[in-house]
């Protein structure tokens, strides 16, 4: 995006950080930019360009669908997993998606688990199963290195 195009979506950046934060389950961005400059990364590398699909990620998707009206964000998680596991895109944003839905508390490894049985039928086994495998893997972690919260043991 050139200076002197107009960014139509300027006005969802603040949301669409604050909102991708917690829908994502990362740290609150103070903290997140807390981090990265104890790492060395600057500012700038934090800062999507204009108009990329990261710039438009945050404000389109984070800033305004996920807080749109008419969905929980629990029901929008159920939705959007299930679209990510019926393209077969588990590898990297499904996965990204099921550690924030267990790491949120949004849902169980019981409750994903039970998603992949119920899209078995209609968006075939092996997607079903590629879901699943994602699902006992994230699991199998967060027993592993005792970071296993369920939504039963949140308050």
Same mark, same amino acid.
Request: hydrophobic share 40%.
């Given at each position: 995006?050139? +200076?002197?195009?107009?960014? *139509? ?6 949301? @669409?950080?604050?909102t ?12 997140? #930019?807390?981090?990265?400059? +104890? ?10 360009? &204009?108009?990329?699909?990261?710039d438009? &990620? *945050? ?6 669908? !996920?807080?749109?009206?008419?969905? =929980? ?12 596991a019926?393209?077969?895109?588990? &590898? ?7 550690? +924030? ?11 994903? #688990?039970?998603? @992949?049985?119920?899209m078995?039928?209609?968006?075939? !086994? ?5 879901? =699943? !495998?994602?699902?006992? &893997?994230?699991? +199998?972690? #967060?027993?592993?290195?005792? =970071? ?8």
């Amino acid at each position: 995006m050139s +200076a002197t195009e107009k960014d *139509n979506f300027a006005h969802l950046e603040e949301v @669409g950080t604050a909102t991708q934060s917690e829908v994502m389950a990362y740290p609150p961005p103070e903290e997140m #930019r807390e981090q990265a400059k +104890a790492l060395g990364i600057s500012e700038e590398a934090l800062t999507p360009k &204009a108009g990329s699909l990261a710039d438009l &990620a *945050n404000k389109v998707v984070f800033g305004d669908i !996920w807080n749109r009206p008419g969905l =929980s964000r629990r029901e929008r998680r159920i939705v959007t997993l299930t679209a990510l596991a019926m393209h077969g895109q588990m &590898a990297a944003h499904g996965t990204l998606h099921v550690k +924030a839905a267990l790491d949120s508390g949004d849902l169980t490894a019981e409750e994903l #688990r039970e998603i @992949g049985v119920q899209m078995a039928p209609y968006a075939g !086994w092996p997607l079903a199963t590629g879901f =699943s !495998w994602v699902v006992d &893997a994230e699991d +199998a972690a #967060r027993r592993r290195t005792g =970071s296993d919260t369920t939504q039963e043991d949140q308050p």
